[in-house]
């Protein structure tokens, strides 16, 4: 089986589609689909989501690109949030949440004081609650390392993890497993497809960040123009979770292995870190 441990599945772009791409992911063998939240407002709608699909489970948490918008009502939601659900099986995890330093409007001393807030805060819900977290990771390691050091260990997900081998070895020191999705099918990411290979197999777990971080086969977007789209190469490019096998393939080229080998390993990595996982079998 193949998990996927991170998909947007009630994103918007599945609108129109939706019971589709949930069949392609059976049909390619994805047996598990981790559903994070990213704000208040699609609390209640990843949860319905989760209990709809049998494959689906679901984490409650404020993304860091939400931060901006959110109150402190926000956090007060989520943990009655996490206190309604907490005797849900299908409830496995804190998030998304984490600290993006890559976009410009992030950065500015306020925002950053903002995030690491919110951050901070949706930790201590982890603790409090004894769940893992879905760590969003975005030229933060350092920052994001920081705040789980603070704390009794937690461990979880480094979703689309690209830092360096050190902080690798830091993050799975702390019971993290790190994310490998579309961005390791690029022949030019060195860094993640090294990583992919250097570090413990034990310590990775498969995902698409659907509809987000598309595979190399289904092109990027610099391959949209205006005749493209109009002949729907932007729906092309959408993610999905079926996809996860061929990830799954590419793993497998870069370490000489068995798609079988790769797809048991990575799945006992997932319910390792994400452990209520496990008890649905």
């Given at each position: ?5 991170h998909?947007?599945?009630?994103a ?11 069949e392609?992911?059976r ?8 559903i994070?939240?990213v704000?208040a ?16 489970v ?10 901006p918008q959110?109150a ?13 659900n907490?005797?849900?099986?299908k409830?496995v995890?804190?998030g ?5 330093f ?6 500015v001393?306020?925002?950053v004081?903002?995030?690491t807030?919110?951050?901070?805060a949706?930790?201590?819900l ?15 390691q ?10 009794p260990?937690?461990?979880?997900t ?6 360096s081998?050190q902080?690798?070895?830091q ?5 993290f497993a790190?994310?490998?999705g579309g961005?390791?099918?690029?022949e030019?990411?060195?860094?993640i497809?090294?990583l992919?290979?250097?570090l ?5 777990v ?10 190399a086969?289904l092109?990027?977007k610099?391959?949209v123009?205006?005749d493209?789209?109009a ?8 993610n ?17 292995m ?8 990575t ?6 870190v994400?452990p209520r996982?496990?008890?649905?079998c």
């Amino acid at each position: 089986m193949l998990i996927d441990t991170h998909c947007h599945l009630d994103a918007t772009e599945f609108l129109q589609d939706r019971s589709e791409v949930i069949e392609r992911a059976r049909h390619a063998g994805v047996g598990r689909i981790v559903i994070p939240a990213v704000e208040a407002g699609n609390f209640e709608e990843v949860r319905q989501l989760a209990h709809a699909v049998p494959e689906a489970v679901y984490a409650l948490g404020i993304h860091p690109l939400f931060v901006p918008q959110a109150a402190q009502e926000d956090l007060n939601r989520l943990e009655a949030a996490l206190t309604a659900n907490i005797h849900d099986p299908k409830l496995v995890a804190v998030g998304e949440i984490g600290l993006d330093f890559f976009v410009p409007e992030l950065r500015v001393p306020a925002m950053v004081d903002k995030q690491t807030r919110f951050y901070e805060a949706q930790l201590d819900l982890a603790v409090k609650f004894n769940l893992p977290v879905i760590l969003h990771v975005r030229r933060s390691q350092d920052a994001l390392l920081k705040g789980l050091r603070r704390r009794p260990l937690i461990g979880g997900t480094a979703h689309a993890f690209n830092g360096s081998f050190q902080q690798a070895q830091q993050f799975i020191g702390l019971g993290f497993a790190l994310g490998m999705g579309g961005a390791m099918t690029f022949e030019r990411a060195l860094r993640i497809r090294r990583l992919a290979t250097q570090l413990p197999l034990e310590n990775l777990v498969l995902e698409t960040d659907a509809p987000d971080i598309p595979p190399a086969w289904l092109g990027t977007k610099a391959d949209v123009t205006k005749d493209s789209v109009a002949k729907g190469a932007a729906q092309q490019l959408r993610n999905e979770p079926a996809q996860l096998c061929r990830i799954a393939q590419t793993l497998a080229g870069l370490r000489d292995m068995s798609l079988n080998d790769i797809a048991a390993e990575t799945t006992r990595a997932a319910y390792r870190v994400l452990p209520r996982l496990a008890t649905l079998c």
